[in-house]
Protein backbone atom coordinates (compact mmCIF):
# COMPACT_ATOMS: atom_id res chain seq x y z
CA UNK A 1 0.00 0.00 0.00
CA UNK A 2 1.27 3.29 -0.61
CA UNK A 3 2.16 5.60 1.94
CA UNK A 4 0.58 8.35 1.50
CA UNK A 5 -2.37 6.44 1.51
CA UNK A 6 -1.57 4.95 4.73
CA UNK A 7 -0.75 8.44 6.17
CA UNK A 8 -4.27 9.75 5.37
CA UNK A 9 -5.89 6.62 6.79
CA UNK A 10 -4.55 6.96 9.74
CA UNK A 11 -4.70 10.87 9.66
CA UNK A 12 -0.42 10.79 10.24
CA UNK A 13 1.44 13.98 8.83
CA UNK A 14 5.07 13.28 7.25
CA UNK A 15 6.25 14.84 9.94
CA UNK A 16 5.07 12.71 12.64
CA UNK A 17 6.05 10.00 11.24
CA UNK A 18 9.59 10.82 10.53
CA UNK A 19 9.18 11.65 14.29
CA UNK A 20 7.78 8.35 14.96
CA UNK A 21 10.20 6.13 12.48
CA UNK A 22 13.35 7.83 13.34
CA UNK A 23 14.23 8.22 9.34
CA UNK A 24 14.75 11.96 8.35
CA UNK A 25 11.93 14.06 6.93
CA UNK A 26 13.57 14.69 3.52
CA UNK A 27 13.56 10.71 3.21
CA UNK A 28 10.10 10.65 4.15
CA UNK A 29 9.13 13.52 1.48
CA UNK A 30 11.35 12.12 -1.07
CA UNK A 31 9.71 8.69 -0.41
CA UNK A 32 6.19 10.41 -0.83
CA UNK A 33 6.56 12.38 -3.79
CA UNK A 34 7.76 9.71 -5.51
CA UNK A 35 11.53 11.20 -5.78
CA UNK A 36 13.18 8.11 -4.18
CA UNK A 37 11.87 4.79 -4.53
CA UNK A 38 10.32 2.58 -1.20
CA UNK A 39 12.03 -0.58 -2.84
CA UNK A 40 15.43 1.23 -2.87
CA UNK A 41 15.60 2.10 1.32
CA UNK A 42 17.81 0.47 3.40
CA UNK A 43 16.14 -2.41 5.14
CA UNK A 44 16.58 -1.03 8.48
CA UNK A 45 14.48 2.32 6.93
CA UNK A 46 11.50 0.42 5.34
CA UNK A 47 11.10 -1.50 8.56
CA UNK A 48 11.00 1.55 11.11
CA UNK A 49 8.58 3.38 8.25
CA UNK A 50 6.30 -0.17 8.75
CA UNK A 51 6.68 -0.31 12.53
CA UNK A 52 5.16 3.42 12.75
CA UNK A 53 2.88 2.91 10.41
CA UNK A 54 1.72 -0.91 12.21
CA UNK A 55 1.56 -2.66 8.77
CA UNK A 56 4.32 -5.46 7.41
CA UNK A 57 7.37 -4.35 5.25
CA UNK A 58 5.67 -6.65 2.39
CA UNK A 59 2.40 -4.63 2.46
CA UNK A 60 4.52 -1.49 1.65
CA UNK A 61 6.31 -3.43 -1.32
CA UNK A 62 3.06 -4.91 -2.55
CA UNK A 63 2.52 -2.10 -5.13
CA UNK A 64 5.84 -2.04 -6.03
CA UNK A 65 6.34 -5.42 -6.74
CA UNK A 66 3.10 -6.12 -8.71
CA UNK A 67 4.25 -3.05 -10.83
CA UNK A 68 7.62 -4.88 -11.30
CA UNK A 69 5.71 -8.16 -12.41
CA UNK A 70 4.08 -6.13 -15.08
CA UNK A 71 7.43 -4.74 -16.53
CA UNK A 72 9.10 -6.22 -19.29
CA UNK A 73 12.76 -6.52 -18.81
CA UNK A 74 14.91 -5.34 -22.18
CA UNK A 75 18.11 -7.25 -22.60
CA UNK A 76 20.93 -5.82 -24.23
CA UNK A 77 21.05 -5.92 -27.87
CA UNK A 78 23.46 -8.29 -28.03
CA UNK A 79 21.86 -10.75 -25.96
CA UNK A 80 18.82 -10.12 -28.17
CA UNK A 81 20.11 -11.18 -31.81
CA UNK A 82 21.53 -14.20 -30.29
CA UNK A 83 18.07 -14.94 -28.84
CA UNK A 84 16.92 -14.41 -32.42
CA UNK A 85 19.25 -16.08 -34.49
CA UNK A 86 19.23 -19.31 -32.04
CA UNK A 87 15.52 -19.53 -32.14
CA UNK A 88 16.09 -19.66 -36.05
CA UNK A 89 18.49 -22.51 -35.77
CA UNK A 90 16.17 -24.48 -33.09
CA UNK A 91 13.11 -23.56 -34.62
CA UNK A 92 13.94 -23.88 -38.78
CA UNK A 93 13.27 -20.57 -40.77
CA UNK A 94 9.91 -21.25 -42.23
CA UNK A 95 8.76 -22.17 -38.50
CA UNK A 96 10.58 -18.96 -37.38
CA UNK A 97 8.79 -16.72 -39.83
CA UNK A 98 5.54 -18.10 -39.09
CA UNK A 99 5.86 -17.80 -35.05
CA UNK A 100 7.11 -14.21 -35.72
CA UNK A 101 4.42 -13.05 -38.17
CA UNK A 102 1.86 -14.17 -36.11
CA UNK A 103 3.10 -13.11 -33.20
CA UNK A 104 3.01 -9.55 -34.61
CA UNK A 105 6.46 -9.08 -32.55
CA UNK A 106 8.19 -6.69 -34.83
CA UNK A 107 5.19 -3.94 -34.61
CA UNK A 108 5.05 -4.75 -31.02
CA UNK A 109 8.56 -3.68 -30.54
CA UNK A 110 8.65 -1.12 -32.86
CA UNK A 111 5.98 0.91 -30.90
CA UNK A 112 7.42 0.55 -27.55
CA UNK A 113 10.14 2.23 -29.46
CA UNK A 114 12.55 -0.79 -29.14
CA UNK A 115 13.70 0.73 -32.84
CA UNK A 116 17.02 -1.22 -32.59
CA UNK A 117 15.42 -4.85 -31.93
CA UNK A 118 11.83 -4.05 -33.85
CA UNK A 119 14.35 -3.47 -37.32
CA UNK A 120 16.74 -6.12 -36.40
CA UNK A 121 13.52 -8.62 -36.61
CA UNK A 122 11.92 -7.27 -39.51
CA UNK A 123 15.80 -7.63 -41.30
CA UNK A 124 15.72 -11.28 -40.08
CA UNK A 125 12.45 -11.78 -41.54
CA UNK A 126 13.03 -10.04 -44.67
CA UNK A 127 16.83 -12.04 -44.88
CA UNK A 128 15.09 -15.89 -44.15
CA UNK A 129 11.99 -14.79 -46.77
CA UNK A 130 14.51 -14.11 -49.83
CA UNK A 131 16.69 -17.26 -48.87
CA UNK A 132 13.46 -19.60 -48.73
CA UNK A 133 11.86 -17.39 -52.13
CA UNK A 134 8.85 -16.68 -49.81
CA UNK A 135 7.37 -13.50 -50.62
CA UNK A 136 7.50 -10.41 -48.31
CA UNK A 137 5.27 -9.56 -45.69
CA UNK A 138 3.89 -6.36 -46.81
CA UNK A 139 2.53 -5.34 -43.19
CA UNK A 140 5.84 -3.82 -42.49
CA UNK A 141 6.16 -2.04 -45.33
CA UNK A 142 5.88 1.15 -43.11
CA UNK A 143 9.28 0.05 -41.25
CA UNK A 144 10.76 -0.70 -44.01
CA UNK A 145 11.77 2.24 -44.41
CA UNK A 146 13.41 3.19 -41.39
CA UNK A 147 16.99 3.22 -40.71
CA UNK A 148 19.10 3.43 -37.31
CA UNK A 149 20.68 6.78 -36.96
CA UNK A 150 23.92 5.44 -36.24
CA UNK A 151 25.46 1.88 -37.30
CA UNK A 152 24.92 -0.93 -35.06
CA UNK A 153 28.41 -3.66 -35.43
CA UNK A 154 28.20 -6.74 -33.50
CA UNK A 155 29.89 -6.36 -30.14
CA UNK A 156 33.01 -8.80 -31.26
CA UNK A 157 34.15 -6.68 -33.93
CA UNK A 158 33.83 -3.38 -32.09
CA UNK A 159 35.90 -4.38 -29.25
CA UNK A 160 38.42 -6.20 -32.26
CA UNK A 161 38.67 -3.08 -33.87
CA UNK A 162 39.22 -1.06 -30.69
CA UNK A 163 42.33 -3.61 -29.59
CA UNK A 164 43.70 -3.28 -32.57
CA UNK A 165 43.26 0.70 -33.16
CA UNK A 166 42.39 -0.01 -36.72
CA UNK A 167 38.57 0.79 -38.02
CA UNK A 168 38.97 -0.48 -40.97
CA UNK A 169 37.49 -3.83 -40.04
CA UNK A 170 34.65 -1.84 -39.38
CA UNK A 171 34.59 -0.82 -42.80
CA UNK A 172 34.93 -3.97 -44.71
CA UNK A 173 32.54 -5.50 -42.37
CA UNK A 174 29.89 -2.66 -44.06
CA UNK A 175 30.78 -3.94 -47.33
CA UNK A 176 30.33 -7.46 -46.91
CA UNK A 177 26.84 -7.43 -44.75
CA UNK A 178 23.65 -8.97 -45.48
CA UNK A 179 21.14 -6.41 -47.34
CA UNK A 180 18.28 -6.36 -45.14
CA UNK A 181 20.19 -5.36 -41.70
CA UNK A 182 22.21 -2.83 -43.68
CA UNK A 183 19.10 -0.94 -45.18
CA UNK A 184 18.06 -0.61 -41.68
CA UNK A 185 21.95 0.21 -40.38
CA UNK A 186 22.75 -2.97 -38.68
CA UNK A 187 25.91 -4.71 -39.63
CA UNK A 188 25.16 -8.36 -39.58
CA UNK A 189 27.30 -10.79 -41.41
CA UNK A 190 26.23 -14.65 -39.81
CA UNK A 191 23.48 -15.26 -38.54
CA UNK A 192 23.40 -18.84 -39.06
CA UNK A 193 26.82 -19.91 -37.47
CA UNK A 194 25.71 -19.66 -33.57
CA UNK A 195 26.52 -21.91 -30.76
Not at 53 to 60: A, K
Request: aromatic share 6%.
Amino acid sequence: MEINELLSRKGMSKYRLSKESGVAQTTIMDICSGKARIEKCAGDTLYRIAKALEVSMESLLEERMKEDEHMEHRASFEVFKSNVCHAVKDKGDIDFLIDTLESDEIRRLYNKQWYPEALYLLAMVDYLSRENGVPLCTKYSDIRNCKLKNAIYPASLVLSAAAMRNQQSLEESRKTAIPEFMRHNIVENEVRNVI
